[in-house]
């Protein structure tokens, strides 16, 4: 079946402008998740979503940062006035809250550049 | 102190070798485990979860330890397609997020 998908794979940017990152979870799985990596480091978490909503945002490094979902399905992760730190590979998971075990499952990333 | 810490490696072993990759983690009310594969620039694949009695899948064997909060993973007749670097995974107490080691660098000689 179709995996978790994300868009655009690549963005490219300038400081300070805007940018919008988008998920598809497997569908069915009413929890999603945003993770970033840095260039030779593990993954950090930024949020959790448990249908629409989002019970922890604890990951979100600052206020320029937010993201919303809709229709328990697609996933947006916004970045305002993008700084060269926010360079990342943003990752999106998706799982099925009632699994035991919560294994999530990974898109395949879109990763951002900012000149 | 890191939540999940991993020796990063790197791993360079010959086809046909068994290499054993250990990991700690410091909450204690950790709940599930699991250890993904992530492949140069791509996204990390979940090839296990670890489950109290310890499980095998094919050349692949988990383990775990809650008293010593230690999980471990044994690849036995390793394959060139194995080289990758393998992930300690740990989803924490209530929290939803899993929490990622840094990494164990495997490469797969011929």
């Known amino acids: 079946g179709a995996g978790v998908s994300q868009s655009p794979s690549n963005k490219v940017t300038e400081k300070g402008k805007d940018v919008e990152l988008r998920c598809d979870p497997i569908?069915?799985?009413?929890?999603l998740y945003w993770y970033r990596q840095r260039l030779g480091q593990g993954l950090e978490f930024l949020i959790y979503?448990?249908?629409?909503?989002?019970?922890?945002k604890s990951g979100l490094p600052s206020d320029r940062f937010s993201a919303e979902r809709t229709g328990e399905s697609v996933s947006t992760l916004t970045i305002q006035r993008t700084q060269q730190e926010d360079s990342a590979v943003y990752l999106c998971?998706?799982?099925?809250?009632?699994?035991?075990?919560?294994?999530?499952?990974f898109g395949p990333g879109t990763r951002l550049t900012v000149l | 102190r890191k939540e999940v810490e991993q020796d990063p490696g790197p791993f360079n072993v010959p086809e046909g070798a068994t290499v054993a990759f250990n990991c700690t983690y410091s909450?204690?009310?950790?709940?599930?485990f699991f250890w993904y594969r992530q492949d140069c620039r791509k996204e990390p694949k979940l090839l296990m979860s670890?489950?109290?009695s310890g499980n095998e899948d094919g050349r692949f064997t988990a383990q775990l330890n809650r008293a010593s909060q230690y999980i471990s993973l044994l690849i036995r007749d390793s394959k060139l397609s194995d080289s990758a670097t393998y992930l300690c995974?740990?989803?924490?107490?209530?929290?939803?997020?899993?929490?990622f080691g840094s990494g164990t660098q495997l490469t797969v000689l011929p």
């Open positions: 998971a998706s799982s099925h809250l009632a699994a035991q075990y919560n294994e999530q499952f």
């Open positions: 569908s069915g799985h009413t929890a």
């Open positions: 979503f448990q249908g629409n909503s989002a019970p922890d």
């Open positions: 909450n204690s009310a950790s709940q599930s």
């Open positions: 670890v489950y109290s």
């Open positions: 995974v740990v989803n924490e107490g209530s929290a939803r997020q899993l929490t």
